[in-house]
């Protein structure tokens, strides 16, 4: 089946610790991005990569670190300079034409 | 201004009714443009792709674009309760892999 994983689903940590957050598809898809999304919110961009090596900060890039080293990989590192962790996180990717979305992880920081 | 905009809701409407969720868009070279629907605590999920001025039916869904008003619309036909979800609007900036999504809307269909 082609599609997008997120891993894990849940994710529970301590305040001060990085976090790394996975994301795969095996759409073929030359474009990946990271959202947050927060309750009763929109999507905010993190970051995106429209190529292998290649990305960019969106509008809340700040306490975030991306790295593209494989077409099918774009892992998400929430860093503890990032205020507000608690989110709930979406990879997506896309062709030209469409984006898709992985289900999420849901990123819990007490 | 915001460059995609929809209102937020909620939206009620009675089962078996006509849904019409709105969406304008600031960009004018916008190229493509999507609706995805939300359920509480999942991810989007792509359920409408419109391309050209018009309508798109797939299904009990319609899109309509129009692209001099910068105007996209979506219509549910026979609402069901199971259609209840958040419907965000999304357009394809200068048809390149930048994608900007409206706040939502709430839609509620009351059985």
């Known amino acids: 089946d082609g599609g997008i994983t997120q891993s894990p689903k849940y994710l529970f940590r301590k305040e001060g610790q990085n976090v790394t957050l996975s994301c795969e598809q095996n759409?073929?898809?030359?474009?990946m991005y990271w959202y947050r999304q927060d309750p009763g919110q929109g999507l905010r961009l993190i970051y995106y990569s429209q190529i292998v090596n290649d990305f960019q900060k969106g509008d809340i890039a700040e306490g975030y670190s991306v790295s593209r080293e494989k077409k099918e990989s774009f892992p998400l590192t929430v860093t503890s300079a990032q205020k507000n962790p608690t989110a709930f996180y979406l990879c997506a990717s896309s062709d030209l034409y469409e984006q898709y979305f992985g289900p999420g992880t849901r990123l819990t920081v007490t | 201004q915001k460059e995609v905009e929809q209102n937020s809701g909620p939206l009620s409407v009675p089962e078996g009714a006509i849904a019409s969720l709105n969406c304008t868009y600031s960009?004018?070279?916008?190229?493509?443009f999507f609706w995805y629907r939300q359920y509480s605590g999942k991810s989007p999920e792509l359920i409408m792709s419109i391309y050209s001025n018009g309508d798109k039916e797939d299904g009990r869904f319609t899109a309509q674009l129009n692209k001099a008003s910068q105007y996209v619309s979506l219509l549910i036909r026979d609402s069901q309760p199971s259609d209840s979800a958040t419907y965000l609007c999304a357009v394809n900036i200068r048809n390149g892999q930048n994608f900007v999504f409206g706040p939502g809307t709430r839609l509620s269909v009351l059985p």
């Open positions: 759409l073929n898809h030359d474009a």
């Open positions: 960009d004018r070279v916008s190229q493509s």
